[in-house]
């Protein structure tokens, strides 16, 4: 079971959950019977649990999974990019690296694919670069798709 303190080691949120993530914008993942929605800073059930997963929220988006498929929802609770991808990262730097059919590209916020399905592998966006792999080779990209291969 999992619940939440505060710094002082006072219960906030009650150990009712199956599992919990960090806050991040104010939403905290927590599963309860097998499906994970959001809580906010005052415990209080935000984004019902619907999710089979769901992973923090950066720049105002979480990646959340639903029947072995990715998409993203808003600090509201709403769907705004749909059930597409086989798997997602978070966003970071306005990037999220998206898999489908075993190849990575990356969107934007609104859902556009920027950075065609090219990589084999990558660990997403950390300070203005994306760490690749293609052709078993790895470099890296910019946020416009530019390759840094040696």
Not at 44 to 60: K, N, S, T, V
Not at 82 to 101: C, N
Request: glycine share 14%; net charge negative.
């Amino acid at each position: 079971m999992a619940g939440f303190i505060d710094r002082q080691g006072q219960w906030v949120v009650p150990c009712r959950y199956e599992s919990a993530g960090h806050f991040s914008q104010g939403r905290a993942m927590v599963e309860q019977e097998g499906l994970c929605g959001f809580i906010n800073i005052n415990g209080e059930l935000y984004i019902p649990p619907r999710f089979d997963f769901a992973y923090p929220f950066a720049e105002g988006l979480a990646a959340v999974e639903r029947d072995n498929f990715t998409g993203f929802v808003n600090l509201e609770g709403q769907l705004v990019i749909p059930f597409h991808y086989d798997f997602a990262t978070g966003f970071a730097g306005g990037r999220a690296a998206v898999e489908k059919e075993g190849r990575f590209g990356f969107i934007n916020p609104q859902g556009e694919l920027v950075i065609p399905y090219l990589y084999e592998d990558t660990y997403g966006f950390w300070n203005g670069l994306a760490e690749v792999v293609y052709q078993d080779q790895r470099g890296y990209i910019n946020a416009q798709g530019k390759e840094y291969f040696s």
